[in-house]
């Protein structure tokens, strides 16, 4: 069974049937992705402007990270989960779109970048946190993933219309 083929199992279950036929259902977990995307993005872009020392140059690393972790990993379930629902109800139309590939690729980046940070930097801030320069690897990965992120949201605004209004 192909991707496509796939896509349109999903597209003509019953929850994506339900979802795009629904008055209420739709908006509201548009809503609720928009909504987890600013939370999980928007914490995201501070985190990584300070990773690349364009921002609150004066914050230790791990003053931010402890506090925002659980509030962006909230948004990114919330976000993740409302995604694929909203890929079910319209799977068949958004696999042909030539953005959503890029989107996913992205997506799957990011993901990389943020395991290789928490993995190999997050866990050791104390070692490197203070240092009057952050380490490179460190910078790249928060300039790695703004950029990354940044794809994933224009990405996601272009389905609409690049879809012919979906």
Known sequence: MSFIEIAQVLYDSNIGTALRESVYAFPIVEGSHLIGLAFSVGLILLIDLRLAGLFLRKVPVADLLQPLRPWLLGGFALTISTGILLFVA?????????????????????????????????????????????????????????????????????????????
């Open 90 to 166: 319209e799977a068949a139309k958004v696999i042909i779109i030539p953005v959503f590939p890029l989107k996913i690729l992205a997506i799957t980046l990011a993901g990389i970048n943020a395991l290789w940070f928490e993995f190999k930097w997050a866990r050791r801030t104390s070692e490197w946190d203070e240092a009057p320069v952050i380490p490179n690897a460190v910078r790249f990965a928060g300039l790695a993933s703004l950029g990354l992120w940044g794809v994933v949201v224009i990405c996601g605004r272009l389905i609409p219309y690049l879809g012919g209004g979906l």
